[in-house]
Structures are given as C-alpha cells and as structure tokens.
C-alpha cells in the first residue's frame, strides 16, 4: 500500500469515527431542546392560569393577546428563515422566549379544559409523538412524498380553519381537529427523518450543526405542541 492510499485510508476512517461520536450528541442536543421547550411553556402556561390579574390583562386585552400571537410567528420565522444570520446562543434565546410567549397563550386551556383531562391527553401526545418519531428515525421507506402532501395539507387546514370562525360550525371544527391529529401525526414522523438525514451528514459539533440540530428541536416542538392541541378539542373535557 503507498502512501496515498495509506491518506485515504485514514482519512475514511477517522471520518467514520467523528461520524459515529457527532451524530448521537447532536440528536441528543435535539430532544433536550425541545424537552427543555416543552417544559418552559408548561411551566408558564401554568404560571399564568394560577394568575387571574395576569390572565385578564392578556385575555380581556385584544390588543395583548393578538400582540402575543404576532410575536409567536415573528420568532418563528426569524429562528427559521435567519438562522444562519443568527449566533447560536441568539437563536437559542429566541427559541426560549418563544416558548414562553407560547405558554402564555395556551394557558387559556385551563380555563376551558379540566386540569385532569389536560394532564392525560399530554401523556397520550407524549406516547404517540414518541411511537411516530421512533418510526420516522427507524423506517427505511423515504417519508419525503408524504411529507409534501402532509404540507398541503396543511395549508389546506390553516385556510380551513380560518374559515371556520366566521362559520362557527361545530361539525366542521370536529373533522378540523381529526384532519389536524392526523397531519401532525404524520409531519411527527417525517420531520424526525428529516432531522436523522441533515445531522447524519455533519461532522463535527460546529455551531452551523448546532443550529441544524436546534431547528430540528424547533420543528418537533412544534408538532408535539399542535398534536396536543388538536388531542385536546377531541378528547378534554370541559370545566363547567
């Protein structure tokens, strides 16, 4: 063997090695940020709900309220389309000050929906997010196909939706929440793929993979978050 293939050789190997070692730290780095989220925006949804000044500064305000979910989408966006704009500690901090931002606004469930019938669809998003992203990262079958109709899809139920409120059809917001169950239990399963396919390619733990790893944080955050939500409409029981 000369020399160069002796290069080459090593070079495959300690490739392989960085490999094996980045890939599972930057996965890990995925589920600890969105855990991490979750908890934030439990945790002040809770806040929130226990505070009845809070709760009608925000819900009696229509200015405040729709401010809030102004500011939501703002994040969202900046996190997502400027990340490579933004320092991974920035983006970190806006991802977090979303997740508050988010917790305030869905503390409103807790004025329509019992605390226990909270707590047990949770643990049945929590199982079944778990089931679909496991599928996701296991399977073998491209979800890319499925993923462009799931998107379509899900146009399709935000147009719907809107529509919706000036209907005030109860039928209508019933098939919503069955169509959304459905489409974020399939986005569940797509985006983890997704996620294994961009991180499977990175090398090293640079800041750029850290912000990949973080958007992907972002991406199931928001699928579990809206799995919940749409859980919820179908199986939470009302305060009276």
Do not use: C, H
Not at 46 to 73: C, H, R
């Amino acid at each position: 063997m000369n020399t160069r293939e002796f290069d080459i050789d090593n070079y495959y190997l300690e490739r392989d090695e960085m490999l094996s070692q980045v890939f599972p730290a930057l996965m890990r780095k995925v589920y600890l940020w969105m855990t991490l989220a979750l908890t934030i925006t439990g945790m002040t949804a809770y806040g929130v709900a226990t505070s009845p000044n809070i709760q009608a500064l925000i819900f009696q305000n229509t200015a405040i309220f729709w401010g809030l979910m102004i500011g939501e989408l703002a994040l969202v966006m900046i996190v997502s389309a400027g990340i490579n704009r933004l320092s991974l500690t920035t983006a970190t901090l806006l991802f977090a000050l979303y997740s508050v931002l988010n917790g305030v606004t869905m503390s409103s469930i807790f004025l329509v929906y019992t605390a226990a019938s909270i707590a047990k669809v949770f643990f049945i998003t929590a199982a079944t997010f778990a089931a679909m992203a496991f599928y996701g990262y296991t399977t073998k079958r491209d979800l890319s196909r499925m993923g462009a109709l799931l998107f379509m899809a899900l146009i399709g139920l935000i147009i719907a939706t809107v529509v919706n409120i000036f209907l005030k059809s109860s039928g209508l917001d019933l098939i919503l929440s069955y169509g959304g169950v459905l489409i974020f239990v399939g986005l569940t399963a797509w985006d983890s793929q997704k996620i294994k396919k961009m991180l499977s390619t990175q090398y090293d733990m640079s800041e750029g993979a850290q912000k990949l790893a973080l958007l992907g944080a972002l991406s199931l955050y928001l699928d579990f978050i809206n799995l919940f939500l749409y859980l919820l409409r179908i199986l939470g029981n009302r305060n009276n």
